[in-house]
């Protein structure tokens, strides 16, 4: 039987020293979190995991939980760094796939907290467009607290589940979150150089951010694409109005963030499949794609092919989220291609993003095995079947200009070391 709770109490039904699962996504359940931050008592010595991801705005200040909870999760950010030096906040180096075997593996809550759609005939809830981990961490959980809001878009192909399994249940009315990003010259001709490389028929993975909002744009004319990604904006909309989509696939992703007109009209998109992440980013799933195709930025790409996508002039910025998951799967599916893109520069030019080699204050996310093609608007450095020396004089041509020299001279002192 569920038992009704008013939004202003959510956090009664919590025992000290609880553990809790929290959704990310841009269904995080915001209310609960509201009421925990709101009254920090009822947070005293809770354990709490999470997927939030940094870029959408969600308001979670783990500095207003009680000073003995502790969060875990598998992004950082500068607001969480003293959090983290203090043992409140603990990051989880793994990537999506690894994060679904500690799930299965290793992980049991107290509670998990969830928004879904109202029931609909049969008695399910739809988890609409975001599923991320949800169906793992239910079946992990003692106890359920669903919020039920109407503004969540019921999605056909979306992960659903049965209003019976909630243990508690608390009527709500919010806005999703919209995610929206805008593209320049820059990212545009990097868009440009990908979807030259993209086939007719191929299965591609480009998740959120500038270039594949640019890159959708670039592929309106391609034909019978294939979308299976961890996360899907505005571009899934604007491929399929131009005719570019392959309508018998089952386009695919565990998080669909947009604008408002996206979530509307992906209720009417049959094709679109949002499911868990233990299929998204299974790698038996991933190998078993046409021409599959992974698209991931970086925030530094070294001269040995290493990329940094974590870490920001030592600051720790985000976290691998999917993209090794994707890349690695990429790299050794029949006729697969990872791509790494990126900017050539950051500081309005003063700085590359092409650098000798990472440094103390980076980490390579992605080793320089997983890497097929890196692409800058200045072109595309071919990796494959490349040599150490090959692949840094490829890097080193679509560095900016302005840094070739430098690149060049730092690359000459490393090869009498090699």
């Known amino acids: 039987m569920n038992h009704a709770l008013s939004a202003d109490r959510l956090a009664d039904i919590l ?3 609880a553990s809790v699962y929290v959704p990310g996504g841009i269904a995080v359940p915001v209310a609960f979190l509201g009421d925990l931050q709101n009254r920090p008592e009822r947070s005293r010595d809770l354990r709490i995991l999470t997927s939030i991801a940094p870029g959408i705005d969600i308001p979670f200040d783990v500095d207003k939980l009680h000073p003995s909870a502790v969060v875990s999760g598998l992004f ?12 409140r906040y603990r990051l989880l180096p793994m990537s999506y796939g690894g994060f679904v075997r500690h799930l299965q593996d290793s992980a049991n809550f107290d509670l998990s907290v969830l928004q879904v759609a109202p029931p609909d005939a049969a008695g399910n809830c739809s988890l609409g467009p975001s599923v991320e981990f949800l169906p793992l961490a239910v079946r992990q959980s003692r106890q359920v607290l669903a919020l039920i809001n109407p503004r969540l878009p019921r999605i056909p192909g979306a992960a659903a589940l049965p209003y019976d399994r909630f243990d508690y249940v608390c009527e709500i009315d919010s806005t999703l979150p919209e995610y929206r990003t805008d593209t320049d010259e820059a990212t545009r001709a990097i868009a440009r150089h990908i979807a030259a490389l993209v086939e007719d028929g191929s299965t591609l993975q480009m998740g959120l951010g500038k270039v594949p909002t640019a890159l959708a744009g670039a592929l309106r004319n391609h034909r ?3 979308l299976f990604s961890g996360m899907l904006s505005d571009g899934l909309r604007e491929l399929a109005e ?9 386009h695919t992703a565990c998080v669909v963030a947009g604008s408002r007109d996206l979530y509307a009209w992906a209720t009417g998109f049959a094709p679109l499949r949002v499911l868990g992440c233990e299929v998204t980013h299974d790698v038996r799933t991933l190998l078993a794609q046409h021409h599959f195709v992974a698209v991931n ?9 290493q990329c940094n996508l974590e870490h920001a002039e030592g600051q720790a910025v985000s976290g691998a989220g999917g993209a090794p998951d994707f890349a690695r799967a990429a790299r050794l599916a029949a006729k697969g291609c990872s791509i790494v893109a990126l900017n ?34 200045f072109g595309v450095a071919d990796l494959r079947g490349a040599s150490v020396h090959q692949r840094a004089q490829a890097l080193i041509g679509i560095a900016a200009p302005a840094f070739r020299t430098s690149l060049q001279e ?9």
């Open 15 to 17: 025992a000290p020293g």
């Open 242 to 250: 131009a005719g570019a989509l392959d309508l018998d696939f089952a």
């Open 224 to 226: 019978r694409l294939r």
């Open 410 to 418: 730092a690359w000459d002192a490393f090869t009498q070391r090699l």
């Open 76 to 87: 950082m950010q500068p607001a969480l760094r003293e959090a983290q030096r203090a043992g």
């Open 344 to 377: 050539a520069t950051y500081k309005r030019g003063a700085a590359s993003r092409i650098v000798p080699c990472l440094g103390e204050q980076s980490i390579s996310s992605l080793s320089r095995i997983d890497v097929d093609l890196v692409v800058t608007e």
């Open 297 to 305: 930025s970086a925030l530094e790409v070294d001269l040995f092919g």
